[in-house]
Nanobody, 123 residues
Framework: QALLAESGGGLVKPGDSLRPSCEAA????????MGWFRQAPGKEREFVAA????????DYSDSVKGRFTISRDNAKNTVFLQMNSLKPEDTAVYYC????????????????WGQGTQVTVSS
């Protein structure tokens, strides 16, 4: 089972950018598709983006498409989420997760999770 750790969240103003990252324990990343989810206070955890092992396939929720970009560096066991044009409604705890199969968006289909990193967008 992968061990995942997010970092790089923070407090930013609307329109700013952030690039949180997620590092996996060595030797565990290569076998997994990686995804980002987020959970705002009082709301369910929702899918944000996912990337295949090779990086050749990506998937985004409609709410972030065109503003967020997911990428990965397998040599460093790390996945990134470049977030541009941030909005107050992007405020949430962001989690990375791992799953064996690309194309999944449900939380229950991901079998490994990080502890989350807080992203707050406020003027």
């Amino acid at each position: 089972q992968a061990l995942l750790a997010e970092s790089g969240g923070g407090l930013v103003k609307p329109g700013d950018s952030l690039r949180p990252s997620c590092e996996a324990a060595p030797g565990t990343r290569d076998a997994y598709v990686m995804g980002w989810f987020r959970q705002a206070p009082g709301k369910e955890r929702e899918f944000v983006a996912a990337i295949s092992w090779s990086g050749g396939s990506t998937d985004y929720s409609d709410s972030v498409k065109g503003r967020f970009t997911i990428s990965r560096d397998n040599a460093k066991n790390t996945v990134f989420l470049q977030m541009n044009s941030l909005k107050p409604e992007d405020t949430a705890v962001y989690y990375c997760a791992a799953t064996p199969t690309f194309g999944r968006r449900r939380t229950w289909s991901y079998n490994s999770w990080g502890q989350g990193t807080q992203v707050t967008v406020s003027s």
